[in-house]
């Protein structure tokens, strides 16, 4: 890259940071002391406002950098990650968000812990939630540190280094100083950016095939060396029954794998009603399904404008194919209008990435605080004391993610998220959806459901060729690798589920009759909820 793109990329770069600062900064003079500014931005925020937000925190670098890559690579195969991110919204519309935004209060853990003892189901889940807030952060810095080392032309450690820690720093300022509300405004300003960019990059590569979609898909096909092969299914998953078992893990996690996200699922706290919460949805469902039509157009465009072997030169996980398009697009490396495009679009790419670590950032503290940290002292902390721990908690959730990042460098950022959504459903989804429909659920099944998917997720990431076993692991020197699939999900979210009915079946005590009919009243009509 030139220095034209340097200057210019980062001076874009340097505006949004200055203007979310700026955000944060105002924010903080208001009321940031209390639990509900810090942890639900006062709750004032109305449903097209939250729709834009939780458009902003679903719409991460993985899905505007990893799955437009992988459908470059890939072709088919990559774009079922955009659909399996898209379905998902539906489990959230009709399952959870209007019956969390009645039961809860701040995190995941208030809802289970409407009808449970508070202390063991707490501890439970607000590690599960800390666990998927970190998988799920790591993504979003290895996305950084493949744009800076774009933007820089510098493939160096040092760069990327520089970069994941560069983030992490910022992260931990917007959430310490803005709360919910300083995120939620930048998830916002964010939201707009990143559609509107994408926008015009896709009506720029429908006008360089002249609008021909069909010319755009095998022009695609021609130059992927792959021919027929990279428009049908089987490219990525389809080598041998390990790889399609491993495409229904994948799939499996990314449908069930949203309703159980704590930074989505806080996003329903800062609306005031359950409707509100409901018509969120419907807004985030709108804008996310715009947006994945969109990077399906992108990804092609990749691939037949930019090709796979630049790409993969470039970036071997295909992170960096939307900056490169543009680039092309604008008219070239030694243009001005390639220069000014690729600018805007890595801009955009990096705002991406800070207001989605900003927001999940915010959740795991607030798991941390709320759940953990009042568990432990028995809620008997002074008034404020769970927000100055929060803000602790941001610092130390920043360390662990920008040493998780920097491990990860060279792992597309959609596979990396695909390993959070299986956390998510396996460890997650169980214990809400026991909560909130099984009237015989107990403490006992709470617990083991959230560590009976949690543990065996993990075990088998560990065991897997992400980890070790191949050139492309995290560890490729060593081989640990005793479970085939590079993706949990086919195994330890029926895990998940299975505990939670073991615990509840052998457990001595007897489900709070009072307490389920107090929490389904409150979950379907909203009497009661904060």
């Known amino acids: 890259m030139n220095g034209h793109h340097q200057t210019l990329s980062l001076l874009l ?14 924010v903080s003079r208001d009321r940031q002391g209390s639990e509900e500014e810090f942890y639900a931005g006062g709750r004032l925020f109305s449903p097209m406002e939250n729709g834009f937000a939780i458009a902003g925190d679903y719409m991460s670098a993985a899905s505007f950098l990893g799955v437009s890559g992988l459908i470059a690579l890939f072709g088919y195969d ?5 659909v399996g991110f898209l379905v998902a919204w539906l489990v959230v519309l009709f399952l959870v968000a209007e019956l969390v935004r009645n039961c809860g209060r701040f995190t995941l853990a208030d809802v289970v812990a409407a009808r449970m003892r508070e202390r063991p189901v707490r501890i439970a889940a607000g590690t599960s939630s800390v666990t998927v807030s970190v998988l799920y952060l790591v993504p979003q810095m290895v996305g950084a540190g493949s744009l800076v080392a774009l933007l820089l032309g510098n493939t160096g450690e040092a760069a990327q280094t520089w970069a994941v820690i560069g983030v992490g720093a910022l992260m931990v300022i917007y959430v310490s100083l803005g709360g919910m509300r300083a995120t939620t405004w930048i998830q916002i300003v964010k939201a707009v950016l990143l559609l509107c960019g994408t926008v015009v990059l896709t009506v720029l590569v429908l006008v360089r095939f002249h609008g021909d979609f069909d010319r755009l898909l095998l ?11 990279f428009l049908a299914p089987g490219l990525k998953y389809g080598g041998d029954w390990t790889a399609r078992l491993d495409f229904m893990s994948l799939a499996l996690a990314l449908v069930l794998g949203t309703a159980g996200l704590p930074h989505i699922l806080s996003r329903f706290y800062t609306v005031p009603t359950a409707r509100a919460a409901r018509r969120s949805t419907v807004w985030s469902i709108g804008l ?90 028995r809620r008997q902390g002074k008034p404020g004391s769970e927000v100055a721990v929060a803000r602790i908690a941001a610092v130390g959730i920043g360390v662990v993610a920008i040493a998780l990042g920097l491990l990860a460098r060279d792992l597309n950022v959609a596979f990396l998220v695909g390993l959070a959504f299986a956390v998510a459903a396996s460890a997650n989804l169980p214990v809400l959806l026991y909560s909130l429909f099984w009237r015989s659920f107990t403490t006992r ?78 979950s379907l009509t909203g009497a009661g909820a904060v």
């Open 13 to 26: 770069f340097s505006a949004f940071v200055a203007v979310t600062l700026g955000i944060t900064t105002w």
């Open 78 to 82: 990559g774009l079922l990650y955009g």
């Open 219 to 229: 022009t695609a096909a021609e130059r992927s060396g792959h021919g027929a092969a």
């Open 288 to 377: 996310i399904g715009g947006f994945y039509l969109m990077t399906i157009v992108l990804g092609f465009g990749a691939a037949a404008i930019v090709g796979p072997e630049t790409l993969r030169g470039s970036n071997a996980a295909g992170n960096t194919a939307v900056p490169l398009l543009a680039l092309d697009l604008g008219g070239g490396a030694d243009s001005t209008g390639g220069t000014v495009l690729f600018a805007i679009v890595a801009a955009i790419a990096f705002a991406t990435i800070l207001a989605v670590v900003a927001g999940i950032t915010l959740a795991s503290s607030a798991s941390v605080a709320h759940d953990l940290y009042a568990s432990l002292r």
């Open 445 to 522: 099944g709470a617990v083991w459901a959230v560590y009976g998917g949690l543990v065996p997720a993990l075990a088998l990431v560990a065991l897997s060729p992400v980890v070790s076993g191949s050139p492309e692991s995290l560890f490729p020197g060593v081989d640990f690798q005793y479970f085939a699939l590079q993706n949990p999900g086919l195994i330890s979210i029926p895990l998940g589920f299975l505990a939670g009915w073991l615990g509840t079946v052998t457990s001595a005590e007897d489900a709070d009759e009072a307490k389920h009919a107090e929490t389904e009243v409150r």
